[in-house]
């Protein structure tokens, strides 16, 4: 069956992670060392961590750009009133 020009098609390269996307990768580790200083007496120490890479960035995409601050202020300045730019 043809595909009819006016009606809507889908995306042709539809993509939900960005093409140059890394796996995320998380690496946990830890040692410890005992020793018995006497029958009734042990002494332990113990370390732990954690090292992660390629775990993405957190965008706000409400984030106003730095480029427009200035008149976000100026219209809550003027109560929401006409602004005016100058260039």
């Known amino acids: ?3 009819h020009p006016n009606t809507p098609q889908p995306p042709i390269q539809l993509q939900t992670l960005e093409p140059n996307y890394q ?3 998380s690496y946990q580790y830890s040692a410890g060392i005992q020793y018995s200083v006497s029958s009734d007496t042990l002494f332990a120490v113990g370390y ?4 992660q890479i390629h775990q993405g960035l957190n965008v706000n995409i409400n984030q106003i750009p730095t480029a427009d601050l200035l008149d976000v202020y100026n219209y809550e300045e003027t109560g929401g009133g006409p602004m005016t730019r100058a260039l």
């Open 1 to 3: 069956m043809p595909i």
């Open 48 to 51: 732990s961590g954690s090292h």
């Open 23 to 25: 796996n995320p990768l």
